[in-house]
């Protein structure tokens, strides 16, 4: 099993970012994913949840109206896109296979900062 994300970076407060997580290793079409940040000195947080065939999408009060979270199972890829940033959603932003969350990327990193 192997999850990469990639596309994080350093962005101004109310900028964008799209976040990506490729798949492998996996029949990734029958998982669940969520992303799960961890911001500095904190624990981690659930951000968001997507079910197999992208119908049902679930997100942490926190994010809702922000980000909006997409799969492509013809890809094996699981996306985030992230509007309207703010310096508090800087963190390590990692995919997670399941409801049981048993598998992480090695996640990537997203600064918002002016």
């Known amino acids: 099993v192997q999850l990469v994300e990639s596309g994080g970076g350093m962005v101004q407060p109310g900028g964008s970012l799209r976040l990506s997580c490729a798949a492998s290793g996996f029949t990734f079409s029958y998982y669940d994913m969520s992303w799960v940040r961890q911001a500095p000195g904190k624990g981690p947080e659930w951000v968001s949840f997507?079910?197999?065939?992208?119908?049902?999408?679930y997100y942490a009060e926190s994010v809702k109206g922000r980000f909006t979270i997409s799969r492509d199972n013809a890809k094996n890829t699981l996306y985030l896109q992230m509007n309207s940033l703010k310096p508090e959603d800087t963190a390590l932003y990692y995919c997670?296979?399941?409801?049981?969350?048993?598998?992480w990327g090695q996640g990537t990193l997203v600064t918002v900062s002016s």
């Open positions: 997670a296979r399941g409801r049981a969350l048993d598998a």
């Open positions: 997507i079910n197999t065939g992208g119908g049902s999408t």
